[in-house]
């Protein structure tokens, strides 16, 4: 059974830093791309940042760029996203997906084939 475990979110003021983490099971991990994705209220889901297989290679949206990092542990099968100055309009809730792409956009959410149950994300004025 394929499972996907986000944890790592919470209630933080602007400016703050939270580190999500997703642990994987139920499929070889290292041999899948990994992406943090969010959705607020009313609004699509969005890619936010997605890392590949080796961790060679990461990408983020532009509005994260320079405060969110992904990272990840093949060893511990575990994909971090490390979220700093973060502001207001980072509030969603923030899910891990797992996929196998070879030649589609890495923060695309169709690219994705296995997703986690999403972890809160609020951010304070």
């Known amino acids: 059974e394929v499972q996907l475990a986000a944890s790592g979110g919470g209630l933080v003021q602007a400016g703050g830093s939270l580190r999500l983490s997703c642990t994987a099971s139920?499929?070889?991990?290292?041999?899948?791309?990994m992406g943090w994705f969010r959705q607020a209220p009313g609004k699509e889901r969005e890619g936010v940042s997605s890392?590949?297989?080796?961790?060679?290679?990461?990408f983020y949206t532009a509005p994260v760029k320079g405060r969110f990092t992904i990272s990840r542990d093949n060893t511990k099968n575990t994909v971090y996203l490390q979220m700093d100055s973060l502001k207001p309009e980072d509030t969603a809730t923030y899910y891990c997906?797992?996929?196998?792409?070879?030649?589609?956009?890495?923060?695309?959410?169709?690219?994705?084939?296995?997703w986690g149950q999403g972890t809160q994300v609020t951010v304070s004025s």
């Open positions: 997906a797992a996929g196998r792409i070879r030649f589609g956009d890495p923060l695309e959410p169709k690219e994705y084939n296995f």
């Open positions: 139920g499929f070889p991990f290292d041999d899948y791309a």
């Open positions: 890392i590949s297989w080796s961790g060679n290679n990461t």
